[in-house]
T-cell receptor
């Protein structure tokens, strides 16, 4: 059973478009992490959010932790082909990962 | 700085064979873990260790053994391989077992069991 539900499962967009992926749960978490995984490599940490309502920005990526600390979103502005990858969220309860969102940005 | 090193990168086994996947880290991390990644399933935790001499089961431990004799190494043993163990295996380490500690991953071992 996945404690974390990620949506959509797949997302394909044109370079320059914006996108948002979601990570939801019925449980409350103390913290949540986002990772990006490129083909043939292990996941790499993008950000950790710990406060309800928190917004963190990493260049063109904006991460938000829900007020109730049950959900999070990742928004990418003006996506580039280098943003292509599998985006995974991870919680601090049982340290489990969601199934991920595969993002493809077409040039 | 090597980080987390996994060997081998690829492996093919026949049903019933045994093997050990190696994992080593040079960051002096106390926490180490093994995940398997299957399509549509994300990363599922197999076993983890919070320090030398201490191991515990994760979400999918059946068919796998681990040991942690040193801080640096955390091998994963498949005792009798089954086709259901065909997967990509990732080792990860962190300075702490808490959920806000960043995990550092190796580049994975792709295992096929025929």
């Amino acid at each position: 059973t996945q404690l974390l539900e990620q949506s959509p499962q797949f997302l394909s967009i044109q370079e320059g478009e914006n996108l948002t992926v979601y990570c939801n749960s019925s449980s409350v978490f103390s913290s949540l992490q986002w990772y990006r995984q490129e083909p043939g490599e292990g996941p790499v940490l993008l950000v950790t959010v710990v406060t309800g309502g928190e917004v963190k920005k990493l260049k063109r990526l904006t991460f938000q932790f829900g007020d109730a600390r049950k959900d999070s979103s990742l928004h990418i502005t003006a996506a580039q082909p280098g943003d292509t990858g599998l985006y995974l969220c991870r919680n601090d309860y049982k340290l489990s990962f969601g199934a991920g969102t595969t993002v493809t940005v077409r040039a | 700085n090597a980080g987390v090193t996994q060997t081998p990168k690829f492996q093919v086994l026949k049903t019933g064979q045994s093997m050990t996947l190696q994992c080593a880290q040079d960051m002096n991390h106390e926490y180490m873990s093994w995940y398997r990644q299957d399509p549509g399933m994300g990363l599922r935790l197999i076993h983890y260790s919070v320090g030398a001499g201490i191991t515990d089961q994760g979400e999918v431990p059946n068919g796998y053994n681990v040991s942690r004799s040193t801080t640096e190494d955390f091998p994963l043993r498949l005792l009798s391989a089954a086709p259901s163990q065909t997967s990509v295996y990732f080792c990860a380490s962190s300075y702490s077992a808490t959920g806000d500690s960043p995990l550092h991953f190796g580049n994975g071992t792709r295992l096929t069991v025929t």
